[in-house]
């Protein structure tokens, strides 16, 4: 309706509307006095002659909503649309238009009565008011209840908490469970507007919950780029580049976790650093301990180690951290192996150059250790800390007293299996008594298999066991005799072998070990002899 010089005038579609029914009695509802509201219509009441009541609400701005139906306009099927020019000419057949309600308009562009909306963008204007008259007609006028604010706030709420909750933990469940949801509101929606006659608001709780879910992802993912890329710099410092990439791309932010786990150890340290630091200028020192380090850090990243760090001029590296390597104690080994030959290439190098040659020590163990990201908030690292940790480095220093360069706990012999049977050789060093621990430690060193006769090579092993197990038994009679066979195995053309060649006649490292048992054996003797 509309108030024109003080008349309250319809519609043409309830003016129609009207007619047809019989012009019954039109009452407005007005908001109640004192509400505060303006004075818009709340309500039409048609009140027809012997008949109830229709009451027509309309909506807070005092107004109807089109319904629409389906794409519009003369294709558009929803109504039945007659040229001007066939009804002039006569064409239609008499009386097929007697009992409708019909309605005049242009359809035609240069007309400019094409209205844009949601359904069609060029909508006869003609088609609109027919809308409105059906839907008075039949009484489906949807109308926006008054509560709909408050539901339109309280959907937005729970879509915004449905899509932090489906989108924070990124679970396809989740994600599944808030679909369906969607999908329930809007069915819920549908069905309001069919049945019901209402129209709710869906549109504003949507577009915040997907600008919501974007912004949400968005922040997820530069969050998990961020942690991979903080993984990536800081494992970069003990892996090679492209496995550092490779454990950042995973996202496994658990890899940093301190866990108890089985490790192999390995500590290598720079024979006589100290009296090369007392001689060297430091430039000089400096090329040194580069050389090494990077000798250090080619082998052990090439066996796939972890080189946890440098201590003064020694190496700390580990398997089986952080990533799972079942093969962990064998990967050690070949790297401790590639390592104690690569000291003679190194020294050639130093020498070239006019530096001193250089040894490594080197020892390894294996066991249970807490590995991770241990430390302070102020100052964190990637290590592992544990028995066996200790044990590796105390093996490395024992390397100076046994004159042994590798020495390899049996802990890791024993992780070894038979996997490198045909790649070497286990020789049984001694049961070493360990500083820090109570038990004695049966450790070994390892002589390549590449021997031009390993037949020979095994029967030194077997001379060399038989002696040590003499020795322990208290028996050094026999095990002089193993020790004189073992050395005619090592040196055949010596005429008179003596139970302890000097040590330069050996190849290492026989010289020391037989050298160390020689003294034990004379020892012993010593002891057992009467006293005068």
């Not at 509309?2 to 007005?30: I, K």
């Not at 003990?238 to 089985?262: C, F, H, I, M, V």
């Not at 040590?503 to 005068?532: E, G, M």
């Amino acid at each position: 309706v509309a108030v024109l010089d003080g008349q309250v005038w319809p519609s043409l579609a309830l003016a129609m509307a009207l007619q047809a029914a019989g012009q019954p009695a039109v009452q407005p509802e007005l908001p109640a006095a004192g509400t505060g509201r303006a004075p818009l219509l709340e309500a039409l009441r048609v009140l027809p002659a012997g008949q109830a009541a229709q009451r027509l609400a309309l909506d807070e701005h005092g107004q109807w909503r089109v319904p629409f139906q389906g794409p519009g306009g003369p294709e558009g099927g929803s109504f039945r649309y007659l040229s001007a020019a066939d009804v002039l000419a006569g064409h239609l057949p008499a009386g097929s238009l007697r009992g409708q309600l019909v309605l005049l308009g242009s359809s035609a562009p240069g007309l400019a009565d094409l209205r844009a909306t949601p359904v069609n963008p060029a909508l006869p204007g003609v088609e609109i008011h027919a809308l409105m008259l059906a839907g008075l007609l039949n009484g489906h006028l949807a109308q926006r209840p008054a509560w709909a604010p408050g539901y339109e706030a309280g959907l937005i709420l729970l879509t915004l908490a449905a899509t932090a909750w489906a989108v924070r933990r990124r679970s396809p469940a989740r994600a599944l469970g808030a679909l369906a949801g969607v999908g329930a509101i809007v069915v819920g929606q549908a069905l309001a507007w069919q049945l019901g006659h209402q129209v709710l608001p869906l549109a504003s709780a949507l577009l915040l919950g997907g600008l919501y879910a974007a912004a949400l992802l968005t922040r997820g993912l530069l969050h998990e780029w961020q942690q991979r890329r903080t993984l990536q710099l800081l494992f970069e410092q003990y892996l090679p580049p492209a496995r550092a990439r490779a454990l950042a791309a995973q996202g496994d932010t658990q890899a940093l976790e301190a866990s108890n786990r089985e490790l192999t150890i390995l500590f290598c340290d720079l024979r006589g650093f100290t009296s090369l630091s007392e001689h060297l200028p430091p430039l000089a020192l400096r090329e040194v301990l580069n050389r090494y380090f990077g000798t250090v850090t080619d082998i052990v990243h090439r066996h796939g180690g972890t080189l946890d760090k440098f201590i003064g001029d020694a190496a700390m590296a580990f398997w089986n951290a952080p990533t799972a390597q079942p093969d962990h104690a064998v990967r050690a080994v070949r790297a401790a192996l590639d390592l104690a030959q690569a000291a003679g290439p190194l020294s050639a190098q130093l020498g070239a150059q006019g530096l001193p040659s250089v040894r490594f020590g080197i020892g390894l163990a294996t066991g249970t250790v807490c590995v991770g990201d241990l430390g302070t908030p102020q100052r964190r690292t990637y290590t592992a800390v544990g028995d066996a940790v200790n044990l590796a480095a105390r093996l490395e220093a024992l390397t100076r007293e046994l004159g042994v360069d590798l020495l390899v706990a049996d802990s890791t012999r024993t992780a070894c299996g038979h996997q490198l049977d045909t790649a070497l050789d286990w020789l049984e060093v001694d049961e070493c008594q360990v500083k820090g621990r109570q038990q004695s430690v049966t450790v070994f060193t390892m002589l390549p298999a590449s021997s031009s006769n390993r037949a020979t090579q095994q029967a030194q092993l077997r001379n060399w066991v038989l002696a040590l197990q003499a020795a322990r038994g208290d028996d050094p009679t026999a095990a002089h005799a193993h020790l004189e066979a073992l050395q005619q195995l090592l040196m055949p053309d010596t005429a008179a072998p003596t139970i302890a060649p000097p040590a330069d006649t050996l190849p290492p490292p026989w010289a020391a070990l037989c050298a160390r048992l020689s003294d034990r054996l004379a020892q012993a003797t010593r002891q057992q002899a009467p006293t005068p």
